[in-house]
C-alpha cells in the first residue's frame, strides 16, 4: 500500500518525535495549525522551531524537499521556501535507513531541495557536499547543547 503525502508526512513526523524523544529531547506540539513548524525541540535553555520533512534514499543520497506547494484558483501551484523567520532546523527521516536527520535552516535556507550523501563523493569532491553523518539527529541535538 502506497501512502499519501499526508500520511508519509504524518509518518515523519511521528518517528522524528519518537528519536528525539529517545535522545532526552522533550518534543512540543503546537496546539494550532497552519504554522510553518511542525514540532518544538526543548534543547534546554534553546526552542528549535522544526519543520518535519520525509526523505528517500536514491543509492548513496537521501533526498528531501525542502518546500512546500499549495494549489490556489489563481495562481495555480504555489511554490514556497522557508526562512530563518519561520523555523530554525528541518528534521528528515528516512524509512529506508529508519534513521533521522536535523539541518539548521542557515545551511538551506531558500533551497528546495537538500541532498545528504551516505558516503563521499566517487571523484573526491569536497565543496558543496553534505554528509548525512553531519546531520545526524543524535550529533546535531549534542552539538547543540543538550
Known amino acids: 500500500m502506497k ?3 499526508s500520511q508519509t508526512g504524518a509518518v515523519a513526523e511521528a ?3 519518537a528519536a528525539a524523544m529517545r535522545l532526552g529531547v522533550v ?5 494550532s495549525e497552519g504554522l510553518r513548524y511542525d514540532l518544538i525541540f526543548d534543547l534546554r535553555p534553546r526552542l528549535l522551531r522544526v519543520q518535519c520533512k520525509w526523505a528517500v534514499r536514491e543509492g548513496a543520497i537521501v533526498r528531501a524537499r525542502l518546500s ?3 494549489h490556489t484558483p489563481r495562481n495555480g501551484y504555489v511554490r ?3 526562512s530563518a523567520e519561520e523555523i530554525d532546523a528541518f528534521a528528515l527521516y528516512c524509512a529506508s535507513l529508519h534513521r533521522c536527520f536535523l539541518v539548521p535552516i542557515r545551511d538551506v535556507v531558500g ?5 545528504l550523501r551516505l558516503a563521499p563523493a566517487r571523484n573526491n ?3 558543496r557536499i553534505n554528509l548525512a553523518q553531519d546531520y545526524d539527529l543524535a550529533k546535531m ?3 547543540l547543547g543538550l
Open 3 to 5: 501512502l499519501s503525502r
Open 15 to 17: 518517528e522524528i518525535t
Open 27 to 31: 518534543v512540543l506540539r503546537p496546539m
Open 68 to 70: 512546500t506547494s499549495r
Open 80 to 82: 514556497t521556501t522557508y
Open 111 to 115: 533551497r528546495t531541495f537538500i541532498h
Open 125 to 127: 569532491q569536497q565543496l
Open 141 to 143: 541535538v549534542g552539538d
